[in-house]
């Protein structure tokens, strides 16, 4: 499975962002997608994640409430809509696919994109 994540860039604090993340060469329904972010000096961290059939969603505690995770089978995509973005969420966004459902660990992930850049700044 091939990810390609896009949708990054600089918003002010308060704005918002959406993430895209394609899939190809796999059965995009077959796997659980989470979204992962890395801060410049930062370790990994879980962002979100959502089931199979998008129904099972899971957040980190830092975003909940301002974060909304999604896909759509049809098109092999997840999205990432952030919302109230802060400075402390500035980080290389990475999307990645699992066989197993709503994992918050990197290391059950097979598959990863390349990482899209968000910048919140004034």
């Known amino acids: 499975v091939q990810l390609q994540a896009s949708g990054g860039g600089l918003v002010q604090p308060g704005g918002s962002l959406r993430l895209s993340c394609a899939a190809s060469?796999?059965?995009?329904?077959?796997?659980?997608m989470g979204w992962f972010r890395q801060g410049s000096g930062k370790e990994q961290e879980f962002v979100a994640a959502?089931?199979?059939?998008?129904?099972?969603?899971y957040y980190a505690d830092s975003v909940k409430g301002r974060f909304a995770i999604s896909r759509d089978n049809a098109k092999n995509t997840v999205y990432l809509q952030m919302n109230s973005l802060k400075p402390e969420d500035t980080a290389v966004y990475y999307c990645?696919?699992?066989?197993?459902?709503?994992?918050?660990?990197?290391?059950?992930?097979?598959?990863w994109g390349q990482g899209t850049l968000v910048t919140v700044s004034s």
């Open positions: 990645a696919a699992s066989s197993m459902s709503g994992s918050r660990y990197p290391v059950e992930y097979a598959y």
């Open positions: 060469g796999g059965t995009f329904s077959a796997y659980s």
């Open positions: 959502i089931g199979w059939s998008g129904t099972t969603l």
